[in-house]
């Protein structure tokens, strides 16, 4: 039994664009799904469908009704105005979590883990890009999430920090085991994070591949070693190289 | 400089330039700093200025508030709602140019000459303008952070108090600043028009006798409550909220 059930008809938005179509997929507690297509496919409105965030579309989504979210989107929407300690709190103190004793001690730990404990009554505006989104990697796994979307959360960084994020990312996912929805349009960083990789159409979107990734963890952090299966992945299903980046072309180097 | 060094000399300017042309025109039409000051100082011991102070103060600080917590719901309400807005505007363009006199002499005539009356003419002339600000704050907030309170759940408390409204701090202190500067006018007027005690009345008073002194007097008195307003309250309120803005 999945934990997950998406089936969408279709997703049209209000000026008659239709985005998503005939899109199902289904996803194992614990799993780690990578969701991959070319840019303005709708990847981003499939996760706030999923988040509840958006409720004009046909279709269903499925998870347990007590199932605790989290979301880290693009930019890590940390509130500006409160320290990064007081971001994490202000989750904490939410109503539905006000029974949980433990979270405190959660944040302490995570604080510690992620190396923010210096930095805890810093506001984000003082913090670089790399350390708001390890601020984000607490406020997402403070709460113990069910389900996890991630939305490109790692763009717009240079490449060595985005690096020491995604084994983090791996490090937490372990530990606590959540569900993983993660959208990407690197398909390297897909095939370092993932258990499967649902490759999407351009719009209106639907999965073309769904491709379960053929490495043992834990997987090679350098890009390059993963830039073999990439290149016999492509040289397979040419049709996916549409609208994906890669660092290198295949059967070049 | 330090900004307060700056504040401090220009003030200090303005009361040179004030003794200076009090000398030069040595007429009654100015009297000096000093002489003011000197009046100021025997109203104090009197008594009679700090009554009509007190008074005046606190019909300023019950028509602010009446207009801050109305124009702040109307302004949010005009902001995220198209409906409203478009419901309201038409009322909202009326409320902003129907000049100060008119709604004292309504609110006089149809609620009696008391202090109910008083109180509302002023909040109803600074109501609009609050709730101008206030709707560009509303229009303006950014709605990433509002997905982020409703996927973690928060109460509508917490989204209300910790991620909408610190977005309208600004033009919360704009309302506020505006507000208080508009108000004081206004209170004056309806004073003169229609109460028996306050600033408003005592100057109608001095200026049936003539009494620059006593004008500028009361004026002195009420410029060093709003300065003293603006230095220990607005501006140490404003960077405590602004403090993450580095």
């Given at each position: 039994m999945s934990f997950l059930h998406v089936d969408l008809q279709h997703k049209i938005y209000p000026n008659g664009v239709c985005t998503l179509q005939d899109l199902h997929f289904a996803a194992d507690k614990g799993e780690f799904i990578a969701l991959?297509?070319?840019?303005?496919?709708?990847?981003?409105?499939?996760l706030n469908l999923i988040a509840g965030l958006d409720s004009d579309f046909h279709g269903s989504i499925h998870y347990p009704p007590d199932t605790s979210l989290s979301f880290m989107f693009q930019e890590p929407h940390l509130l500006p105005w409160l320290s990064v300690e007081d971001n994490i709190r202000l989750v904490?103190?939410?109503?539905a979590r006000q029974a949980d004793t433990q979270r405190f001690t959660r944040m302490e730990t995570l604080l510690e883990q992620l190396d923010l404990t210096d930095f805890r009554n810093s506001f984000p505006g003082q913090l670089s890009g790399?350390?708001?989104?390890?601020?984000?990697?607490?406020?997402?796994?403070?709460?113990q999430p069910g389900l996890l979307l991630m939305d490109e959360p790692f763009q717009s960084l240079d490449e060595p920090t985005a690096q020491g994020l995604r084994q983090l990312l791996l490090q937490l996912w372990e530990e606590n085991r959540p569900t993983v929805l993660f959208v990407t349009h690197n398909l390297n960083e897909a095939l370092l994070l993932a258990d499967r990789i649902l490759f999407l159409s351009a719009r209106p979107a639907h999965i073309i591949l769904d491709y379960p990734v053929p490495l043992a963890r834990?997987?090679?952090?350098?890009?390059?070693?993963?830039?073999?299966?990439?290149?016999?992945?492509?040289?397979?299903?040419?049709?996916?190289?549409?609208?994906?980046?890669?660092?290198?072309?295949p059967g070049q180097g | 400089m330090h900004p307060r060094y700056s504040r401090l000399i220009a003030l200090c300017g303005f009361v040179l330039l004030w003794q200076v042309a009090a000398w030069w025109l040595a007429s009654r039409s100015l009297p000096g700093p000093l002489a003011v000051l000197e009046t100021l100082w025997q109203q104090l011991l009197s008594g009679e200025l700090l009554f009509h102070l007190g008074v005046t103060l606190l019909r300023v600080v019950v028509s602010f508030t009446l207009a801050m917590l109305a124009g702040v719901a109307l302004g949010i309400l005009m902001g995220s709602r198209r409906n409203w807005d478009n419901w309201l505007d038409a009322l909202l363009i009326l409320g902003l140019n129907i000049p100060a006199l008119v709604t004292i002499i309504l609110c006089y005539i149809w609620l009696g000459l008391g202090e109910t009356a008083a109180v509302l003419a002023v909040a109803l002339n600074k109501i609009p303008t609050v709730v101008v600000t206030l709707r560009e704050g509303a229009r303006a907030i950014d709605h990433?952070?509002?997905?982020?309170?409703?996927?973690?759940?928060?109460?509508?408390?917490?989204?209300?108090?910790?991620?909408?409204?610190?977005?309208?701090?600004?033009?919360?202190?704009?309302?506020?600043?505006?507000?208080?500067a508009l108000i004081w006018?206004?209170?004056l007027v309806v004073e003169l028009l229609g109460r028996s005690n306050g600033v408003g009345f005592q100057l109608g008073n001095y200026f049936h006798f003539f009494d620059i002194q006593g004008v500028l007097a009361y004026t002195l008195a009420f410029a060093l409550i709003v300065l003293a307003l603006e230095a220990l309250l607005l501006r140490p309120l404003e960077r405590h909220v602004n403090r993450w803005r580095t």
């Amino acid at each position: 039994m999945s934990f997950l059930h998406v089936d969408l008809q279709h997703k049209i938005y209000p000026n008659g664009v239709c985005t998503l179509q005939d899109l199902h997929f289904a996803a194992d507690k614990g799993e780690f799904i990578a969701l991959v297509g070319p840019s303005g496919t709708g990847k981003s409105t499939l996760l706030n469908l999923i988040a509840g965030l958006d409720s004009d579309f046909h279709g269903s989504i499925h998870y347990p009704p007590d199932t605790s979210l989290s979301f880290m989107f693009q930019e890590p929407h940390l509130l500006p105005w409160l320290s990064v300690e007081d971001n994490i709190r202000l989750v904490l103190d939410a109503p539905a979590r006000q029974a949980d004793t433990q979270r405190f001690t959660r944040m302490e730990t995570l604080l510690e883990q992620l190396d923010l404990t210096d930095f805890r009554n810093s506001f984000p505006g003082q913090l670089s890009g790399g350390m708001k989104r390890r601020a984000a990697l607490v406020r997402a796994f403070v709460t113990q999430p069910g389900l996890l979307l991630m939305d490109e959360p790692f763009q717009s960084l240079d490449e060595p920090t985005a690096q020491g994020l995604r084994q983090l990312l791996l490090q937490l996912w372990e530990e606590n085991r959540p569900t993983v929805l993660f959208v990407t349009h690197n398909l390297n960083e897909a095939l370092l994070l993932a258990d499967r990789i649902l490759f999407l159409s351009a719009r209106p979107a639907h999965i073309i591949l769904d491709y379960p990734v053929p490495l043992a963890r834990p997987r090679p952090p350098e890009t390059h070693q993963l830039q073999p299966l990439q290149d016999e992945l492509l040289q397979q299903r040419p049709e996916l190289l549409c609208g994906i980046p890669t660092f290198y072309q295949p059967g070049q180097g | 400089m330090h900004p307060r060094y700056s504040r401090l000399i220009a003030l200090c300017g303005f009361v040179l330039l004030w003794q200076v042309a009090a000398w030069w025109l040595a007429s009654r039409s100015l009297p000096g700093p000093l002489a003011v000051l000197e009046t100021l100082w025997q109203q104090l011991l009197s008594g009679e200025l700090l009554f009509h102070l007190g008074v005046t103060l606190l019909r300023v600080v019950v028509s602010f508030t009446l207009a801050m917590l109305a124009g702040v719901a109307l302004g949010i309400l005009m902001g995220s709602r198209r409906n409203w807005d478009n419901w309201l505007d038409a009322l909202l363009i009326l409320g902003l140019n129907i000049p100060a006199l008119v709604t004292i002499i309504l609110c006089y005539i149809w609620l009696g000459l008391g202090e109910t009356a008083a109180v509302l003419a002023v909040a109803l002339n600074k109501i609009p303008t609050v709730v101008v600000t206030l709707r560009e704050g509303a229009r303006a907030i950014d709605h990433e952070l509002l997905q982020v309170a409703q996927v973690y759940r928060l109460s509508r408390w917490q989204t209300f108090h910790q991620v909408y409204l610190p977005q309208l701090y600004p033009y919360l202190f704009g309302a506020a600043r505006n507000g208080l500067a508009l108000i004081w006018k206004i209170v004056l007027v309806v004073e003169l028009l229609g109460r028996s005690n306050g600033v408003g009345f005592q100057l109608g008073n001095y200026f049936h006798f003539f009494d620059i002194q006593g004008v500028l007097a009361y004026t002195l008195a009420f410029a060093l409550i709003v300065l003293a307003l603006e230095a220990l309250l607005l501006r140490p309120l404003e960077r405590h909220v602004n403090r993450w803005r580095t």
